[in-house]
């Protein structure tokens, strides 16, 4: 059958962006057909864009689209745990921006009834890398200090929420005129532009946070490790640094150097960590936490205990112009395409 969906060509900017139509196979053996209703858009697609993403990169041509909420519309043979017409969610890391995908029925998760497409599709990556950062990898306690860079984006503000929920107290980096989010969502924001971090950092806690949380990389990890206490630690979980403030081409050797650099830092103290978290790894390793995580995550916002940031909802005809607000740091929160 026909599929529009949105191809990256070639490595570059936007305007390697393309909608067409292909063929779309059958649902293999232990496959369903979704039927995408939202796909959510993505720093990881612009690294993937920019052929600086870091963990088992996709080839060229391929169709971004890290994580979709759809209808099951064909269920290929052997397919035990769904059928037809069911709602469910998904981390898919590529194909997502798509009318449709063909997916392993293990990667799936049925959505609670009622719940709102567009919420549910900004909760799949963002919250699953925070909530997994915070509790599987960071292992907080109610009333850590957190320092979370990056922190009125989409990842960003979804630390916020789920540290609220779990009683630590948040400080969080971003520009100044993204800092209404940050205290609406109960952290305190800091102008890492304008400010400096370790300093204000040591003034509002006095001896440091127990955990940052940096999205930013290459030498900011260094700056990371200054603002930790004693028995602090950091997870690193990005390379936001390579695409912005820099004038050469995003080169992935640089990303690899500053990781092996942040790691290094291991060796300095016994009682300070450096750890890492990738999401496509983590869920390739831990399958049933991924399945059991998400589905807490949509429980919660059933419950409306969590609420994501959606800056826009676009058509999938608008992808370029999407890759283009996330370049331009614009986006304040999840951009949406609806196919
Ligand atoms: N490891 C994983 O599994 C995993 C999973 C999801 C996301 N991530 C990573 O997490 C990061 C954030 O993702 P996101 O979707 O939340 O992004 P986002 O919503 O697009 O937010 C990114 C924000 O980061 C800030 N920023 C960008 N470059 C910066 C720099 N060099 N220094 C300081 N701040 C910078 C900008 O905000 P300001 O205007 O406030 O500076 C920008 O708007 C990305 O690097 C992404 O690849 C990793």
Redesign the pocket.
């Known amino acids: 059958m026909k599929n529009k969906c949105v191809l990256i060509n070639a490595k570059g900017d936007s305007k390697q962006l393309q909608l067409v139509e292909q063929d779309l196979p059958e649902p293999e053996f232990g496959q369903v057909r979704v039927k995408v209703l939202a796909a959510g858009v993505?720093?990881?697609d612009?690294?993937m864009r920019e052929g600086v993403?870091p963990?088992d990169p996709p080839s060229f041509p391929f169709i971004p689209g890290?994580d979709i909420v759809g209808m099951i519309d064909k269920c290929g043979d052997g397919v035990k745990k769904f059928q037809r017409g069911q709602k469910v969610a998904a981390l898919t890391k590529i194909g997502g921006c798509a009318e449709f995908i063909n997916l392993p029925e293990n990667d799936l998760v049925l959505m609670p009834p009622g719940l709102d497409n567009v919420e549910s599709v900004a909760i799949i990556?963002?919250y699953l890398?925070a909530y997994q950062?915070l509790y599987r990898v960071a292992k907080v306690k109610t009333g850590e200090k957190v320092l979370v860079?990056?922190?009125?984006?989409?990842?960003?503000?979804?630390f916020l929420q789920l540290g609220k929920l779990a009683g630590l107290d948040m400080f969080g980096?971003?520009?100044l005129?993204?800092h209404k989010t940050i205290t609406d969502l109960g952290g305190t924001p800091i102008d890492?532009?304008n400010e400096d971090v370790e300093e204000k950092i040591k003034s509002l806690t006095g001896d440091g946070v127990d955990v940052v949380l940096d999205?930013?990389?290459?030498e900011?990890c260094f700056r990371s490790y200054q603002t930790l206490g004693e028995k602090g630690r950091i997870v690193s979980?990005?390379?936001?640094?390579i695409?912005?403030?820099q004038a050469a081409e995003p080169d992935i050797q640089e990303v690899f150097f500053w990781w092996r650099a942040s790691l290094a830092l291991n060796l300095i103290s016994k009682s300070r960590k450096v750890l890492?978290?990738?999401?496509?790894?983590?869920k390739q390793e831990n399958h049933d936490w991924y399945l059991e995580d998400l589905e807490t995550l949509l429980n919660l916002l059933a419950e409306k205990k969590i609420q994501p940031v959606i800056?826009k909802t676009m058509n999938l005809s608008e992808a370029q112009e999407a890759h283009n607000l996330?370049d331009n740091?614009?986006?304040?929160?999840?951009i949406v395409l609806l196919p």
């Open positions: 993505s720093s990881a612009i690294l993403y963990v890290y990556l963002n890398t950062i860079y990056a922190a009125a984006g989409g990842v960003g503000t979804a980096t971003a520009s005129a993204k890492y532009k999205s930013i990389g290459g900011n979980f990005g390379a936001s640094f695409l912005h403030g890492t978290y990738a999401i496509s790894t983590f800056y996330l740091r614009a986006a304040n929160g999840k």
